[in-house]
């Protein structure tokens, strides 16, 4: 079949190594892509928010599914569009509702999801600039830290957790006031902080059935020992070595069921990925967050660990026939270290020429921020490349990662060399 997928980062790059890999998968474009995708897919100079320059191009190619990478094009709901078209309502898209989708496009949305379906979530209550004084009432009834999250999407940055009551009563005013994250935070929610350690529960869904997929372990921080600003994502780890089979259980009974119910219950379709954010409180899992996509750099270690065919997988997505498939997993553990632009979370330079590709044994690089210019592979965007390697534990696995990381070379190249050493 044709596949169109959606995206150019290093999750799509690892989608679309697995997906071609799959003998159901006769011609696979990505759009936009980057240097990686376009060495082994036909690279699309579309828009994914642009959904009539998608379905034209869906119509001139025959394209007959759409796998949707990142949340945006979820958020603004292709997968409405293709459906609500008469010509487009046959082709399966790969990813939630429009409504399945504000369970990452609003925190409100997603609190009062997890409140209605009983999941365990921290204590919360919203407020818009109405409501700014109540706002800065309810903080001062909390404990320290404050948590502040902005409404809607606000690339991974609206999120404050702050120490000081009078600092979090005027970062308060700050987003509902002044817009400190535009229209995203025209609303915020105020919620309970939450002390323990965080990991993440990848789910796959056809709105019935689910696959838990392996559990990874991503590094946000840019520098060492998980200090300074957030990134997307710096590294990644799979298996998680402190997830056991109870609390495996826990997740699974107390929140993976109870969302795919909810989405039952609620009449929402949702055909795609779900990932839960969690924090571990004395062993009880508790949701902190929803996205409606896989994580990047999560699905450069979970892919990889990925036996089974992924166009299979989605096909039986889109037919609701998900609880036919077995997942077949990896046993060996799977890493990534993320090679980013000097600068990066903050300003960074493009275009830099990235050398030593062809030196890469042992390991697969999958292109973040990537781009071909006149036959040379560039730098085009903050995070670059993610080095992927497996070992029989991630100990030997990211020691392959770095070995072949030396090997590369841009302009102010950056990464983290202590990815996977608080689980030692
Ligand atoms: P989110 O975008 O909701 O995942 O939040 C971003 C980050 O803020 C998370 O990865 C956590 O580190 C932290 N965080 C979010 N909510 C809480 C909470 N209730 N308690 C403690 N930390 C939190
Ligand atoms: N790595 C975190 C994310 O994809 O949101």
Not at 208 to 233: C, M, Q, V, W
Not at 305 to 326: G, I, P, S
Request: net charge negative; aromatic share 8%; hydrophobic share 40%.
């Amino acid at each position: 079949m044709t596949i169109l997928l959606l995206g150019s980062g290093g999750r799509e790059h690892a989608f679309a190594w697995k997906m071609i890999q799959s003998p159901l998968c006769d011609k696979l474009f990505v759009a936009p892509g980057n240097a990686g995708t376009a060495a082994i897919a036909t690279n699309v100079n579309v828009s994914i928010t642009d959904f009539d320059a998608i379905k034209t191009f869906v119509l001139a190619e025959k394209v007959e599914m759409v796998v949707v990478g990142p949340e945006d094009p979820l958020v603004k709901g292709i997968y409405d569009f293709f459906l609500n078209d008469e010509k487009l309502s046959h082709i399966p898209v790969i990813g939630p509702s429009k409504i399945g989708a504000q369970l990452e496009g609003s925190k409100e949305f997603a609190k009062e999801f997890l409140i209605k379906h009983k999941i365990p979530t921290a204590a919360y209550d919203s407020f818009t600039a109405e409501t700014v004084e109540k706002g800065c009432e309810f903080l001062a009834t909390l404990q320290p830290p404050y948590v502040l999250k902005a409404d809607g999407l606000a690339a991974g940055k609206g999120v404050l957790i702050i120490y000081d009551l009078a600092e979090a009563k005027e970062e308060l005013r700050n987003m509902l006031v002044h817009q400190k994250f535009g229209a995203a935070s025209a609303k915020v929610v105020i919620e309970e902080f939450l002390d323990g350690i965080e990991l993440s529960c990848f789910v796959l869904t056809d709105g019935k059935s689910y696959k838990i997929l392996p559990t990874a372990k991503d590094y946000k921080r840019i520098g060492e020992g998980d200090t300074g600003l957030n990134t997307g994502g710096m590294g990644a780890v799979s298996p998680v070595p402190y997830v056991d089979a109870v609390l495996m259980e826990k997740i699974e009974t107390r929140i993976v069921k109870p969302t795919i119910e909810g989405f039952q219950k609620d009449g929402i379709a949702y055909k795609g990925f779900v990932f839960i954010g969690l924090i571990n409180v004395n062993n009880e899992p508790i949701v902190i967050e929803y996205n409606v996509r896989m994580g990047d750099p999560e699905t450069e270690v979970v892919v990889p660990r990925l036996k089974t065919d992924l166009v299979e997988l989605f096909l039986a997505v889109a037919n609701e026939k998900l609880d036919e498939m077995t997942l077949e997993v990896d046993e060996r553990s799977a890493t990534t270290v993320m090679v980013v632009s000097g600068g990066y979370p903050e300003n960074y330079e493009k275009g830099k020429i990235i050398s030593g590709l062809e030196k890469i044994t042992d390991s697969i690089v999958f292109h973040a921020g990537t781009k071909l210019d006149n036959g040379s592979v560039v730098t085009n965007g903050g995070r670059v490349l993610a080095v992927t390697s497996y070992g029989n534990d991630f100990q030997e696995a990211i020691k392959k990662s770095y070995q072949n990381i030396d090997k590369l070379d841009f302009d102010k190249m950056n990464f983290r060399k202590d990815i996977g050493n608080d689980l030692l």
